[in-house]
């Protein structure tokens, strides 16, 4: 069986996505004017705000975060478990998708669900890809860094293109019910970053319930948590031996990795796929 399925012209794991799991998120799910999604590309924060957003509606209760794993906790639109995990939840639904704008729902577009769209640094997101397809069995073989970095420019990685998810995004920023967060204002300042999330969400929370909400979501204290640091999954097909899902969770890991050429070209090309967008992250 190949590792990658072929949907919209973006390649999808096969083992935990089909045709059949797509088509029904986009065709056939019904979207409930409660539902709140995570929306990002790849390695940008998503299992972090799938951790923070169950403390949110929890008021800093940590009891869902510590007995439900976060794939069940705030399950995966797209993926093969979607249906049976989303379609009899009561509401409000919590859901996590990694799909661009124009292929959310078909119900989406008309409803009130709201976006909380979490976006990285994309060397930084290329770098925790390159380390991850490294332990995961069911990805491809990243190859070369080298290699990869151009791979990941081309759009030629699962769920394509940086570029092209951001691009789908951004332009509804200014919509009332999509609220964007950077993973760097996070790690800078968590309380703030919550602060904004709940009027977002319109949840009022207390000091204690931001202070906790934020001790938790420490990368630390995830990397600890069984519910949410992937140990369940059998070896052969996350090797944590190799590299922990959760590795480092800074900013500016991509330093470390990418040489002076390979920075001014990745910068070049982001300078020409991001013209005109006005998109004020990640600049040079």
């Known amino acids: 069986m190949s590792l990658n399925i072929v949907y919209e012209g973006s390649l999808y794991p096969s083992l935990v996505h089909s045709e059949e799991s797509l088509r029904f998120a986009r065709e056939e799910f019904q979207v409930r004017d409660e539902d709140v999604f995570i929306a990002t590309y790849p390695k940008s924060g998503t299992t972090w705000m799938q951790e923070i957003l169950p403390l949110v509606y929890s008021k800093g209760d940590l009891t869902p975060v510590q007995t439900i794993p976060n794939w069940q906790r705030v399950p995966w639109l797209e993926q093969k478990s979607g249906k049976a995990l989303l379609e009899n939840r009561p509401s409000p639904r919590l859901i996590t998708t990694h799909l661009p704008y124009h292929l959310m729902p078909k119900s989406f577009y008309t409803s009130k669900a709201k976006v909380v769209y979490v976006t990285r640094n994309p060397k930084d997101a290329l ?11 069911f990805l491809e073989n990243p190859g070369t860094f080298e290699e990869f970095i151009q791979r990941f420019l081309e759009g030629k990685v699962m769920f394509g293109s940086w570029f092209d998810h951001i691009k789908s995004w951004w332009p509804r920023k200014g919509q009332d019910n999509l609220l964007f967060l950077t993973y760097e204002e996070m790690l800078q300042d968590m309380r703030g970053a919550l602060v904004k999330l709940g009027e977002f969400l319109g949840k009022q929370l207390s000091d204690d319930a931001i202070e906790a909400i934020a001790k938790q979501s420490k990368f630390d204290n995830m990397k600890r948590n069984d519910m949410s ?4 999954v ?3 097909l996350m090797d944590q031996k190799k590299n922990n899902f959760l590795r480092k969770g800074i900013s500016g890991d991509w330093k470390s990795h990418f040489t002076a050429a390979q920075t001014e070209h990745f910068n070049s090309i982001y300078a020409e796929k991001m013209k005109g967008l006005n998109f004020p992250f990640y600049e040079g």
């Open 229 to 232: 640091n992937y140990s369940f």
């Open 234 to 236: 059998p070896e052969e």
């Open 127 to 137: 770098v925790s890809s390159f380390h991850y397809h490294n332990m995961a069995s």
